[in-house]
Nanobody, 125 residues
């Protein structure tokens, strides 16, 4: 069963924090080249937020550097996104994604990822 399931979204005031979780199926977790968080606000394109590569390296969008931290727990097959100092402009649907083929070198481009979760809404007011 190939899937990614996100949780942890919600409503928070500006300056607050949330932690998103993404549980990956064994199939994905054993094969991923990279896993990442994306977000999409109404009327905007989906954008990469943070990526975690199998070699342990990470990438962040400039807009979240210093505020967001991506991490994973191998024992739980889970990817996390700790979001601190949230801003109104962080409001979006957040998606977990995985790339199990490694066909592209683009680290935070949506087209480089081949498995997606259903998303979890984050609203900052």
């Amino acid at each position: 069963h190939v899937q990614l399931v996100e949780s942890g979204g919600g409503s928070v005031q500006a300056g607050g924090s949330l932690r998103l979780s993404c549980v990956a199926s064994i199939y994905i977790y054993n094969r991923y080249c990279r896993m990442a968080w994306f977000r999409q606000a109404p009327g905007k394109e989906r954008e990469g937020v943070a990526a975690f590569h199998r070699n342990g390296s990470t990438d962040y969008a400039e807009s979240v550097k210093g505020r967001f931290t991506i991490s994973k727990d191998n024992a739980k097959n889970t990817l996390y996104l700790q979001m601190n100092d949230l801003k109104v402009e962080d409001t979006a649907m957040y998606y977990c994604a995985a790339d199990i083929w490694g066909a592209y070198s683009d680290r935070l481009a949506p087209f480089a990822y081949n498995h997606w979760g259903q998303g979890t809404q984050v609203t900052v007011s």
